[in-house]
DNA sequence: GTGAAAGCGCTAACAG
DNA sequence: CTGTTAGCGCTTTCAC
């Protein structure tokens, strides 16, 4: 292949180079960039031709710093892994971008201060925030509480907070998945939790101890949330005598139903297995996973309606957005096999 | 809960302003902020307290406009949704926090126009942009090209060129995959492709075809690369009386699995089935998915070496970096069922 | 309709 | 060791 070598390092061009190339003000330049009307259009077209020849882009940065806003929002998630929050993310660009907003995602290692130093370093760059299931501990949320741009706490609640928050109810639909599992007979559960940081882990897990009340007795041990982290976790579950196995979520669930079959355990018929969040593979994977429906859409929604409403200059408003989760029965539970 | 409604939106404090509550110059806040060790301990440890009661911040627009750097790269992916992309992420992610470089994602649409766009606007505030899976045409690639900042082309080649590329060779991979086909005794298959606009599509097909001089007749279909496209396209490679189904990546393979199964196709008795990527679920999914392993590490080391030296000021090397993916035979693909 | 000039918040010489 | 000053590239009054 023959290399174009001439990767002549020139200069960035800036207004002023155009300008001067064009024979007009670094403001003309400007209007016609921004797009003003104000300007006479055969020397608007001249500008843009100039521009164009001349590979002009305006520096993101001086632009913010002029304007006091980048016109973007930031976007702090835990695991790019998981498809789940892709969707969230999804729904919140195509809000963003009706309004001339451009999304920027950073992921974390997971480490709460790892997290916090990522959203407090993003803030320097956006308008906005968005942190998707955040571990940042209390005091680290009242700081960006305390900043003056918009911070928003997806499937988070954090009392005493003052930070808009959306939620899933997890616990009302990790409720009913254990109502189904008690009305299939099961007595006994073992739980396959999450991060012991996540908010969304202790709701869950939490109703699943309520759900001792109706005869569902449940051990539980954290993981990280992943396939392998499932796949590692099954001995330990089978070990608990359980006939239900249930997982923090989809991903962790497939990894249990992956070593129950080398294991030669016969799902439903030997143990049942849950999920949540019912990702797209949740309907595929044999036997198909019983979990939960998270509406990830009006989640997404919620999130740039919240965002979008502090940046337009609206006074927060301090109810937290509370969205229902819907339990979606396949085939990976069935009635309990009876000792 | 109690709102704490004094989110006073006071405004943003400045270098300005933190000079001035600790009684020293703007150039010692932003000495001590930046961690220059000329500043007495005392006076540093002064500024550094009144900077946080202030919740100060430094703005990254300022600081990038200043610096001329924001030590930030860009990555513009297709598709949050497929984990593959996270790990060479990740990977980067590891290489550049090393050397103090935020990592900034943003998605597209998967229109052409769409990604250039967006490519396009990030440029304007990063220092340098990895495009993952690019399907912009050549045109835009060259306007890229032309730009002052490191542009890092991931999974694309494009000929005649200027910019760095690292690809994995796919064209061998499928070879190689398809030669296992033929050793199994298969001479018709159906290719359920991805994007006719995606680099790797095309080379995977070529190498489909040039199976055909083994004795592998091969039709194909394009889809989007996700579960539910192969869950759709099965009845079309069914139709093609193909004893196997080669598919794009794993995640067309798992639905076209999934459908199979529904069908009452027995895989690999009936048909077999192969992937691409091998991501985690695919030794999960049963009866677990041969496919190609690319090597995600690399490919994400790579691409950080190659913008950082560029960043660096060093000369751009012409050649493409080709890595090797290597075919993996899990119990997906199995002897042809003699018609 | 267009240009001159000031300033966004920060950093980097250059003095002292 | 610390303050003064001059920009980084862009937008935006304010005159013309």
Same mark, same amino acid.
Request: with cysteine.
């Given at each position: 292949?023959?290399?174009?070598?001439? $990767?002549?390092?020139?200069?960035?061009?800036?207004? $002023?180079?155009?300008?001067?190339?064009?024979?007009?003000?670094?403001?003309?330049?400007?209007?016609?960039?921004?797009?003003?009307?104000?300007?006479?259009?055969?020397?608007?077209?001249?500008?843009?031709?100039?521009?164009?020849?001349?590979?002009?882009?305006?520096?993101?940065?001086?632009?913010?710093?002029?304007?006091?806003?980048?016109?973007?929002?930031?976007?702090?998630?835990?695991?790019?892994?998981?498809?789940?929050?892709?969707?969230?993310?999804?729904?919140?660009?195509?809000?963003?971008?009706?309004?001339?907003?451009?999304?920027?995602?950073?992921?974390?290692?997971?480490?709460?201060?790892?997290?916090?130093?990522?959203?407090?370093?993003?803030?320097?760059?956006?308008?906005?925030?968005?942190?998707?299931?955040?571990?940042?501990?209390?005091?680290?949320?009242?700081?960006?509480? $305390?900043?003056?741009?918009?911070?928003?706490?997806?499937?988070?609640?954090?009392?005493? %907070?003052?930070?808009?928050?959306? %939620?899933?109810?997890? #616990?009302?639909?990790?409720?009913?998945?254990?109502?189904?599992?008690?009305?299939?007979?099961?007595?006994?559960?073992?739980?396959?939790?999450?991060?012991?940081?996540?908010?969304?882990?202790?709701?869950?897990?939490?109703?699943?101890?309520?759900?001792?009340? #109706?005869?569902?007795?449940?051990?539980?041990?954290?993981?990280?949330?992943?396939?392998?982290?499932?796949?590692?976790?099954?001995?330990?579950?089978?070990?608990?005598?359980?006939?239900?196995?249930?997982?923090?979520?989809?991903?962790?669930?497939?990894?249990?139903?992956?070593?129950? $079959?080398?294991?030669?355990?016969?799902?439903?018929?030997?143990?049942?297995?849950?999920?949540?969040?019912?990702?797209?593979?949740?309907?595929?994977?044999?036997?198909?996973?019983?979990? %939960?429906?998270?509406?990830?859409?009006?989640?997404?929604?919620?999130?740039?309606?919240?965002?979008?409403?502090?940046?337009?200059?609206?006074?927060?408003?301090?109810?937290?957005?509370?969205?229902?989760?819907?339990?979606?029965?396949?085939?990976?539970?069935?009635?309990?096999?009876?000792?």
């Amino acid at each position: 292949m023959i290399s174009h070598g001439n $990767r002549m390092p020139v200069a960035r061009p800036t207004v $002023r180079t155009v300008a001067d190339a064009a024979g007009v003000s670094t403001a003309t330049v400007s209007r016609v960039m921004s797009g003003v009307a104000t300007v006479d259009p055969a020397l608007a077209e001249r500008v843009r031709q100039v521009a164009n020849e001349l590979g002009y882009r305006p520096s993101g940065a001086a632009r913010g710093l002029a304007l006091g806003s980048q016109r973007s929002l930031g976007v702090v998630m835990p695991d790019l892994a998981n498809a789940h929050f892709h969707y969230i993310v999804k729904q919140m660009h195509s809000g963003a971008s009706e309004h001339g907003y451009r999304i920027l995602i950073a992921d974390h290692s997971g480490d709460p201060e790892d997290e916090l130093a990522t959203a407090r370093d993003l803030l320097g760059y956006v308008d906005g925030l968005v942190l998707l299931s955040s571990r940042i501990r209390v005091e680290g949320l009242r700081w960006l509480a $305390r900043q003056s741009r918009p911070v928003v706490l997806v499937n988070r609640l954090a009392p005493g %907070v003052d930070l808009p928050m959306i %939620v899933v109810d997890s #616990f009302h639909a990790m409720l009913e998945l254990c109502s189904h599992l008690v009305q299939l007979g099961h007595r006994r559960a073992a739980y396959v939790g999450g991060s012991a940081l996540a908010w969304q882990n202790l709701e869950r897990w939490r109703a699943i101890e309520a759900s001792g009340a #109706f005869g569902l007795a449940a051990t539980q041990m954290n993981s990280d949330g992943t396939v392998n982290a499932g796949y590692a976790a099954t001995e330990w579950a089978l070990d608990q005598e359980a006939t239900a196995i249930v997982c923090f979520n989809d991903l962790t669930a497939f990894g249990v139903l992956s070593r129950l $079959r080398e294991l030669g355990v016969d799902v439903p018929g030997d143990v049942s297995v849950t999920g949540f969040d019912d990702l797209d593979l949740a309907r595929h994977f044999p036997p198909g996973l019983t979990t %939960v429906r998270i509406p990830r859409g009006p989640l997404g929604d919620a999130a740039w309606d919240r965002v979008h409403a502090l940046l337009a200059g609206e006074p927060a408003d301090p109810e937290p957005t509370l969205l229902h989760a819907e339990v979606i029965v396949r085939g990976s539970t069935g009635p309990a096999r009876s000792n």
